[in-house]
């Protein structure tokens, strides 16, 4: 593992963050405009609902976001202690999502959500510990 | 109008929780099987493929996804991804109870934190309402939910 500074080290950390939030608004995103899945099913049936979500670009987008989070989580565990890296991510990306569904989903992310996302933030940090 | 989830949804939120984690369970006791993989030693990744237990936590993963995918059409994000973190709970009592592995004060405080978490989203209305105007991108949702059907747009937009 090569040492890097902790500048470095954060910002691979809120790479992986940022990249996550963006792939899951996107994914939720495209799922919001394109419907019910139960009632795509029942009206065209699975391949009629599996061809609505991969033929949305928005999905795809989100997909390609999930990859690259994937890809820079391997790139900072390469460089960064799993132990600092998976917990800071996975709360990160909880925090990062509920502001984001607020911004861009307009989800109504009340006292409760708030609160909700801050337990299950630091809930995630002390599973690592 | 209060969007509650029938028993069938919660069916669904369920399988999110339970396939994420048994699915990466079954990832790791399979990659432990297989052995260490290198940079050099890439072909082991398809020779892993060959593994049950390895090919079980993909349907797994695959099952994950579109049950989550499945959710996310009818639930906002901020509803979704604290159940899902439930499955963190889930690997950490299968972990204690089936493989004996001891769990510290730390994890036992973390567990605690997540059922509060999800406690607060999951007796609150799982869906927010929109104007039409008010979904980013308007223009193109309208043409999407069309494609659609028609009556998936009733749940989303008022």
Not at chain 1, 34 to 47: M, N, P, V, Y
Not at chain 2, 13 to 41: R, Y
Not at chain 2, 137 to 158: H, I
Request: with cysteine; proline share 3%; charged share 10%.
């Amino acid at each position: 593992m090569t040492p890097i500074s902790p500048i470095e080290t954060w910002a691979t950390i809120v790479t992986v963050a940022a990249t996550a939030v963006a792939g899951d608004v996107l994914t939720a995103g495209a799922m919001r405009r394109i419907g019910d899945l139960d009632e795509i099913r029942a009206k065209s049936g699975l391949g009629g609902a599996i061809s609505a979500v991969v033929s949305s670009p928005m999905f795809l987008l989100g997909v390609l976001s999930m990859a690259a989070s994937f890809f820079s989580l391997l790139f900072t565990l390469s460089n960064v202690e799993v132990s600092l890296a998976a917990p800071a991510s996975a709360s990160l990306t909880f925090l990062g999502n509920a502001f984001a569904a607020k911004i861009f989903l307009k989800e109504n992310v009340d006292r409760r959500r708030w609160m909700a996302a801050i337990f299950v933030c630091a809930g995630v940090f002390l599973l690592a510990k | 109008m209060k969007h509650t989830l029938s028993p069938q949804r919660y069916l669904i939120l369920l399988a999110v929780m339970l396939t994420a984690s048994v699915g990466d369970t079954l990832l790791s006791h399979g990659m432990t099987q297989v052995g260490s993989v290198s940079m050099a030693h890439l072909g082991m990744l398809l020779s892993a493929m060959r593994n049950l237990w390895v090919v079980s936590g993909i349907l797994c993963l695959l099952g994950f996804f579109a049950s989550y995918l499945t959710a996310l059409s009818w639930a906002d994000l901020t509803f979704v991804l604290p159940s899902t973190a439930f499955g963190y709970v889930v690997v950490a009592l299968l972990s204690k109870f089936w493989l004996h592995e001891t769990i510290s004060l730390y994890r036992w405080a973390g567990i605690l934190l997540i059922v509060c978490g999800v406690g607060f989203v999951a007796n609150g209305p799982s869906l927010t309402e929109h104007a039409p105007d008010e979904i980013a991108g308007a223009d193109s949702a309208e043409e999407a939910l069309a494609g659609a059907g028609e009556s998936a747009a009733t749940d989303g937009v008022r």
